[in-house]
């Protein structure tokens, strides 16, 4: 294929995913500019190569009904996998990003080969599920920040790795190419197209849990930079004065915000201070010996005045980081995700008003993102389904350069 070709096919694809209407072969040669001979006959290879289908005719006006078409919904599917805290979840989704089935592989013992084979034991049991009808590729959401040209997870503090070459171990066990981004811009990737994003050009997604990130989106699309993720706010620095983070400097928002920061300073308090007795963490923390952040999150939403103070400590970093997103990019929303912002709605609550009133920023909606865990799954698959044609068609594997 040469690469007028490619583009022709890519803009077809493009016309059909993008278009608010399912368009005929004709709407397609009139919005590409192509006669319909030319159109009709791109149009059929994609329908030969089970990327389109053409659909039943609709009545568009004089003449002869055209027939819609449309990505395929039951021939062609794509692997998303998405890493949580110690879990794997993946997802096979159709061409047009809907579930046709979600999968959830924990991982009992958190070391680095385990992160690793649990991945590539789901991702060979969906590949002899599914066989040929997979497109020869895998989106991972993965915690770190990630080398898109490798698929390297260069270093993720919050877990103490470094020079992870990901991509490279699951290519070579599976056979699959790997298409890796941050966890929580996979994340972000999901709810632009069907969570809190949708039908919103210019927002924010921010994902908080044991580490942190963001997905900036400008004009509908996802923001990149460098080979290296964009959008790694864990390590802006919000308090000079404050404790070191794992990555060597001080007062970065990471220790300061995390889930681990937020258990960590519960856990200490009521260990310390017997005044403490006579709360709802506190007889939890007396019978258990320790806390989750569902506990936390809960007594924060009950009332409980020493969890909600809890979480407004780890809450004002966000805070700050999030005033200055706004005031530098002005998006249209602000998407909070993650298992610290998912967990009951006491902490997003609390910072969309404290962000409005302390840093004088427009009204801009600072939303809770999807409850939905396998949405960072469906956003990675989304880095496979965007390459239907590329990998269909085996052409060079570019996608690092196109970013």
């Known amino acids: 294929m040469n690469d007028l070709e490619l583009k022709t096919f890519k803009a077809i694809v493009e016309c059909i995913e993008e278009g608010s209407e399912k368009p005929s072969r004709a709407a397609i040669a009139k919005e590409l500019g192509l006669s319909r001979t030319t159109a009709s006959n791109y149009v059929n290879k994609l329908i030969s190569a089970e990327i389109l289908e053409e659909l039943d005719s609709e009545s568009q006006g004089r003449g002869r009904p055209g027939k819609p078409l449309t990505l395929s919904t039951s021939k062609r599917y794509a692997i998303g996998a998405f890493f949580d805290e110690h879990d794997w979840y993946l997802s096979i989704v159709n061409l047009q990003g809907q579930p046709v089935e979600n999968l959830h592989y924990p991982i009992e013992r958190m070391t680095i080969d385990s992160f690793i084979q649990v991945l590539i034991g789901g991702i060979k049991h969906i590949q002899k599920k599914y066989g040929a009808q997979l497109l020869p590729a895998v989106g991972i959401g993965s915690p770190g ?203 997003v609550d609390y910072i969309e008003k404290k962000v409005v009133n302390d840093y004088l920023t427009p009204e801009i909606p600072i939303v809770q993102g999807s409850m939905d865990v396998y949405t960072g799954a469906r956003g990675a698959a989304s880095l496979v389904t965007k390459r239907v044609v590329e990998l269909t068609f085996h052409t060079p594997d570019t996608w690092h350069l196109e970013q």
Not at 323 to 335: A, D, Q, S
Request: hydrophobic share 40%; with cysteine; net charge neutral.
């Open 145 to 347: 920040v990630i080398d898109r040209k490798t698929g390297t997870i260069i270093k993720a503090v919050d877990l103490g790795w470094r020079d992870i070459p990901l991509g490279r171990i699951v290519q070579n066990q599976t056979g699959f190419s790997c298409y890796i981004l941050n966890r929580y811009r996979a994340t972000g990737l999901g709810e632009a197209q069907h969570g809190q994003g949708q039908g919103v050009k210019d927002f924010i997604f921010i994902g908080i849990g044991t580490g942190m990130g963001s997905a900036i989106f400008i004009d509908g699309k996802l923001m990149f930079t460098t080979n290296i993720h964009t959008g790694g706010i864990g390590h802006i620095i919000v308090d000079p004065h404050g404790p070191y983070c794992s990555c060597g400097r001080k007062g970065c928002a990471l220790p300061l915000a995390s889930t681990d920061a937020l258990i960590t300073n519960v856990l200490n308090s009521l260990a310390d201070k017997t005044l403490l007795t006579q709360t709802t963490l506190a007889l939890q923390y007396a019978t258990e010996k320790t806390l989750t952040l569902a506990q936390i999150m809960q007594a924060a939403q009950d009332g409980d005045v020493f969890a909600q103070q809890a979480v407004q400590t780890v809450a004002d970093p966000m805070c700050q980081i999030i005033g200055h997103l706004i005031t530098i990019i002005n998006p249209k929303k602000i998407v909070l995700g993650g298992p610290m912002a998912t967990t009951g709605t006491y902490y």
